[in-house]
Every structure is written in structure tokens, then in C-alpha cells.
């Protein structure tokens, strides 16, 4: 059959039947664990676009030593935007690349929550568990906990870690929580229902256990708070071993509320409202670096980022936004972090790391967001997502990978319990120009709240010139007239898109008491209160 043929010709052709061979081999199914990279993503609360050294090198801080050797040996993204400036939004966008307006998720979701992440909503853990990966979370969830809003319902094989913030449960050893809350009530009868209370001007919860979570099982409660980030490690070398052994690729979400609330203790520094701070930035980065350590020899991305900017009426327990100070607002009083639409509020420290595939000690200026991961993690998978609804983030294997600068032409700011509605797109960014139609209401430090504002017309600054959003456009200059209609046009399109969106969920906000995690009181180491 080959006569006649030249050898070059019949080589092509033998080489040819070896690719489709070789494709066959690739798509006999996932339980063969075809060759796919490993994914760890890494998501710190509340940390300041300045808390990650390498950002900041003028301040000569060493708070970071791990983050800054990924970043240093991989990409570093200098403007990176979490998808909402608060806690459940945020981790909702990026687990199904949509806005809160798209999933349904536009705040927070409580300790006695009944929902959490719609059940219609198809999550990135999913997907990439049908596709052959072992799925395993760690950490923070806060996109419910009851019934089939868990983690492990939602796609993850494995689960360690807190169902929502670390502050929204007691301890019986309180001390990393600053400003500090009393103890459990653990000498009281247990008594039915949330009580909060007010403690040196913080909401605290005195007879609410802070469980620990493995699986669906609640293992510990209260839990030991001094003792979780050994536990967080212990659990994430073990689930990365033990994917190694099995050859499986693996998905691993880690999410540390190291800056939520601070988890360690102070460092001998000279400045005493600096120590706290610090040791759970470097605690944090020890983690981060165990995590590398035991990774570095796989096919393996490790993506930081965080899911909000600081909680600045915490005040010397708060992170530091960087040049970002969104000085229009502070001048008037009120927040300009997290829960708002300024810069600090949703501009984050991130890094890209893949040693032998991203290129070492690189920058991308791009405009990105943690939408944007879910997409691209299921393009480097070779995974499609459902065409059954819209998504807002986009692949960005090309700047990975090649070192494109092309990112979102538009991103849109959602407000996150600041002023307005729960969701309402009330800023745009549209290349170096920053778009505000409400501003005002979240808390500073010190309790100034900023009067609620709305724009008509908007308020426009120039980031490039202006990173501190001090200084808006002059209104009716040309520059403005012609920014101004743009945005409104995009905004607008925006609405309807969502409006016309028929895959768009909604949230299940109820909450009930009774429904709080509560373990079984007679086991040894757990105590409902």
C-alpha cells in the first residue's frame, strides 16, 4: 500500500497515525490520569495591595520572604482586582467567573445562614473533578454550610477548615482575634441562639463555638485557633503527596484568614502596632512557602491573590493598601478599603508561579480579575465550561504563559456593603480612567462612617496620574465628556446583558438560629454552647 510512495511522505504519514494515536490515548477518560497540571490557589483575606514586599520595595519590609521569591521566580500582577470587596462575593466570582449580579451571591452569607452559593451555579472545582482532577479545600468556604452548600457538595473530594470568618464564633483561648473578644460562656447551660454583643467596639459571638469543618463533620468546636495553620499545612502536604502517589492531577484551594482577623503573635518589632500585623503576614508566608516547597517538583501553578483589601476600621490590625488611599473619600470621612469601590478595596497583591512555564522575575500591568481564574485554570486543563450562561472573566492563559499586557478593556466594581444596593455596579475602570456613580458609607478607623453620595454626573479620576483617587476630571472638559458616555454606554450594556441573562441565580439570604453548625455536645472534643 506504501509503493510508490517517497520515504519522507510515508514518514509523515506514520508520524501522523502516532499523534491521532496519541490523542486517542488522551481522551480514553479521565481515570487513566492523563498528564494535566496541578493547580493551588491561594487566597489571603483582607491583605493590602502594599502587604506583599515586593510591591512596596521602598519600605524594606521582610514580612513576605516566600511570596517574594514566587514573585521573583514567576509573574507578578500590578493590577490585579478581587471581583467584589467583600468575603462571599468575592469567593463566589471566582469559583464560577461570573459577577454577584450573574451567581446571585452579593454579600455576605451569615452564621445562621439557610443558603449559600445557588445550587444552579456550576463551580470550577466541579468541572475539573469530572475531568480527573482530586478537588481539596482548605480554609475559609462562607458560601454556606448547610445541607448541600458545603464544599464537599460543591465539588471538592476533601474539605478541612472555618464555614465562614474566623470572628464569627467564639474560642475558649481568645487572643489571636484582635481587638479581642471574651471567651465561650463554656461555664453556662447551653442556651439557644447567636447572642452578639458589643466588646471594646467589636460585635462578638459568646455562644457560638467557631467549629472546625473536615468533610461534612464538624471535628472541633470551639477550635483552637493557635494551632489551625499547623493543621492547614499538615492537611495541604499531605493531599499534595498524596496525589503524587496516586499520579492524579489535583486541584487545591486554600483559602487563609490570616488578614482577616490576625492569627499569630507579635514579633519583637519597635513599633507595637506593627508586631500583630506582621506575624500573621509572615505566619501566612511560612504557610505559603511550605506549600511551594512541597510542590516545586510537580507540573505544578501556584496563583496568590486576595479576595478584598483591608478592613481599615480595624486600624493597627489592618493592612496597608499601598498608594491606593482613595483620598477623595478619606477627606470627607469614612472608608476607602475594604467594602467599597476604591482601589483599596479590591486592587490585590498577586502572583503567578510555575517554575519551567511562567517566566521568571516578570510583571504584568494587564487589568485582571479573580473572575479571570476560572476560565483560564479550565483552558490550561483543557476543560470547556458549560455554554449554558454567561461569564465575566476571560482566559488569560496568553498573559501566563507568553507575557501578553492584554487583559479586561472594562471591569466593573460591585458595591459590597458600603453604599447602596447589595451588587450595584457603582464604579468602572475603563483603561487608566476610574468611573464613580455612589460613593460613601463604610466605616474608617475610628468609626467615621462617609456619607452616602451619589454621582450624577460621575466622579472620574485618571489613575494613572492619580492611583490615590484624590483629584477627579473636571466636569464638561473634553477629556470627561468623552469618558463619561463611553462608560455609561458599556455600564448600560452591562445591565441589560444581565437582564437578558437567563442562567442568572439567586442568593438564599434566610437565616435561623437553629440552624447554626453545632456539633454533637456529648464528643470529647466538641462543646455546643
Known amino acids: 500500500m506504501l ?23 488522551q481522551s480514553a477518560g479521565p481515570e487513566q490520569f492523563v498528564k494535566k497540571p ?28 516566600h511570596l517574594n521569591l514566587m514573585a521573583q521566580q514567576g509573574l507578578r500582577f500590578l493590577d490585579f482586582h478581587s471581583p467584589a470587596s467583600t468575603c462571599s462575593p468575592s469567593r463566589a466570582s471566582i469559583l464560577t467567573g461570573r459577577y454577584g449580579l450573574r451567581n446571585g451571591v452579593t454579600h455576605n452569607f451569615a452564621v445562621g445562614s439557610l443558603g449559600g452559593l445557588p445550587l444552579s451555579e456550576i463551580t470550577l472545582p466541579q468541572l475539573l473533578q469530572q475531568a480527573g482532577y482530586y478537588t481539596a479545600m482548605i480554609g475559609k468556604w462562607h458560601l454556606g454550610h448547610n445541607g448541600p452548600y458545603g464544599p464537599t457538595k460543591r465539588g471538592f473530594d476533601y474539605y478541612l477548615g472555618v464555614p465562614y470568618s474566623n470572628d464569627m464564633g467564639c474560642t475558649d483561648v481568645p487572643g489571636y482575634d484582635l481587638p479581642q473578644c471574651p471567651a465561650c460562656e463554656s461555664s453556662r447551660p447551653r442556651i439557644t441562639g447567636l447572642r452578639r454583643s458589643q466588646h471594646k467596639g467589636r460585635d462578638c459571638y459568646s455562644r457560638v463555638g467557631l467549629p472546625l469543618i473536615e468533610n461534612s463533620s464538624i471535628v472541633q468546636q470551639p477550635l483552637n485557633l493557635w494551632t489551625l495553620t499547623q493543621q492547614y499545612q499538615s492537611a495541604a502536604l499531605r493531599i499534595i503527596h498524596d496525589a503524587r502517589e496516586r499520579g492524579q492531577p489535583y486541584f487545591l484551594y486554600i483559602a487563609l484568614a490570616h488578614m482577616h482577623v490576625p492569627l499569630a503573635p ?119 465550561p458549560p455554554t449554558d450562561r454567561r461569564y465575566d472573566g476571560i482566559d488569560v492563559t496568553s498573559v501566563l504563559l507568553h507575557g501578553k499586557q492584554t487583559g479586561h478593556k472594562v471591569l466593573f466594581h460591585p458595591n459590597s456593603g458600603a453604599a447602596g444596593q447589595f451588587g450595584d455596579l457603582q464604579a468602572v475602570r475603563a483603561g487608566k480612567y476610574k468611573t464613580f456613580y455612589m460613593t460613601g458609607a463604610a466605616q474608617a478607623c475610628g468609626g467615621a462612617i462617609g456619607t452616602q453620595e451619589l454621582h450624577d454626573p460621575p466622579l472620574i479620576f485618571d489613575l494613572e496620574h492619580d492611583p490615590a483617587e484624590e483629584t477627579p476630571l473636571k466636569f464638561g472638559t473634553p477629556e470627561y465628556q468623552v469618558i463619561a458616555e463611553r462608560v455609561a454606554r458599556w455600564r448600560e450594556a452591562l445591565l441589560w446583558d444581565i437582564a437578558t441573562d437567563k442562567s442568572v441565580s439567586m442568593a438564599d439570604y434566610t437565616t435561623d438560629e437553629s440552624q447554626v453548625p453545632c456539633c454533637e455536645p456529648t464528643h470529647p472534643v466538641c462543646r455546643c454552647l
Not at 520515504?7 to 496519541?22: A, D, N, T
Not at 493551588?40 to 520595595?57: C, F, K
Not at 498608594?323 to 503567578?352: D, I, L, Y
Request: glycine content about 12%; proline content about 5%; charged content about 15%.
Open 3 to 25: 509503493q510508490g510512495l517517497t520515504p519522507l511522505l510515508v514518514c509523515w504519514m506514520l508520524l501522523y497515525g502516532l499523534y491521532f494515536h496519541l490523542m486517542s490515548e
Open 38 to 65: 496541578n493547580f493551588i490557589i491561594i487566597l489571603a483575606d483582607d491583605i493590602g495591595w502594599g502587604d506583599l514586599d515586593v510591591n512596596q520595595p521602598e519600605h524594606k519590609s521582610n514580612n513576605t520572604p
Open 266 to 384: 507579635p514579633i519583637a518589632t519597635s513599633s507595637l502596632e506593627n508586631q500583630v500585623y506582621s506575624a500573621s503576614l509572615r505566619e501566612m508566608d511560612g504557610l505559603v512557602g511550605s506549600i511551594r516547597s512541597a510542590s516545586h517538583a510537580d507540573d505544578t501553578l501556584i496563583w496568590f491573590t486576595g479576595d478584598n483589601g483591608p478592613w481599615e476600621q480595624k486600624c493597627q490590625y489592618a493592612g496597608n493598601a499601598g498608594p491606593f488611599k482613595g483620598k477623595w473619600q478619606t477627606k470627607r470621612g469614612g472608608g476607602s478599603a475594604k467594602r467599597t469601590t476604591w482601589e483599596g478595596g479590591h486592587r490585590v497583591p498577586t502572583v503567578a508561579y510555575w517554575p519551567g512555564v511562567i517566566r521568571a522575575n516578570s510583571t504584568s500591568s494587564a487589568m485582571l480579575s479573580g473572575m479571570d481564574i476560572f476560565p483560564t485554570l479550565l483552558s490550561l486543563a483543557g476543560v470547556k
